[in-house]
């Protein structure tokens, strides 16, 4: 079992609607959170950082996090075709400052 | 600088030759870390830095690779005898503090071994 899964996609939604991205881990112990947007060819991007059970808001994104479940997710709300792109997710844990990456999801947003 | 700066952008190594990729942090950063991204996959951990501490190098695939950061900023990471398993991109990024997680990643550096 990898520590940290997510579907790899890609996962296809229509401009304005809801994409719903989600990141599963494995160390109990994890105690950061976070979501990159990596463009082609590009390096990843820091989108959200989430520390606590709950969500957390910024601008269109959401980022979710529950601990008993080990489970992350990301909603980014009215999509844009500029939102295309791969989402990772990554996860350290508690005794390390290392992240551990997903392998992504792709999200393909259409006009 | 404004942001995490790697060099060079893009390397090409023939088999057996040694390469050394730099990584210039943003200024008072405390952690840097390097990471190996291979087509389609996450990056992959390689070795953390707190200063010029190397607190984990347990990513490092072989003893063909080494990373220094000997005055607590510009780090090098060296690979040794480069092999065709070695082609990916090599991330390098760093974080403010100890423990936020919040790490910020500069352009890379692509890495082909012909």
């Known amino acids: 079992q990898k520590e940290v899964e997510q579907n790899s996609g890609p996962l296809s939604v229509p401009e304005g609607a809801i994409a719903s991205l989600n990141c599963t881990y494995s160390d109990r112990g994890s105690q950061s959170f976070f979501w990159y947007r990596q463009y082609s060819g590009k390096s990843p991007e820091l989108i959200m950082s989430i520390y606590s059970n709950g969500d957390k808001e910024d601008g269109r994104f959401t980022a979710q996090l529950n601990k008993a479940s080990q489970y992350v997710s990301l909603l980014i709300r009215d999509s844009q075709p500029s939102d295309s792109a791969t989402y990772l997710c990554a996860v350290n844990g508690e005794n390390t400052d290392k992240l551990i990456f997903g392998t992504g999801t792709r999200l393909q947003v259409f006009p | ?114």
């Open chain 2, 1 to 114: 600088g404004a942001g995490v700066s790697q060099s060079p952008r893009y390397k090409v190594a023939k088999r057996g030759q040694d390469v050394a990729l730099r990584c210039d942090p943003i200024s008072g950063h405390v952690s840097l870390f390097w990471y190996q991204q291979a087509l389609g996959q996450g990056p992959e951990f390689l070795t953390y830095f707190q200063n010029e501490a190397q607190l984990d190098k347990s990513g490092l695939p072989s003893d063909r690779f080494f990373a220094e950061r000997p005055e607590g900023s510009v780090s090098t990471l060296k690979i040794q005898r480069t092999q065709q398993e070695d082609s990916a991109v090599y991330l390098c990024a760093s974080s403010l503090d100890v423990g936020t997680g919040e790490a910020f990643f500069g352009q890379g550096t692509r890495l082909t071994v012909v």
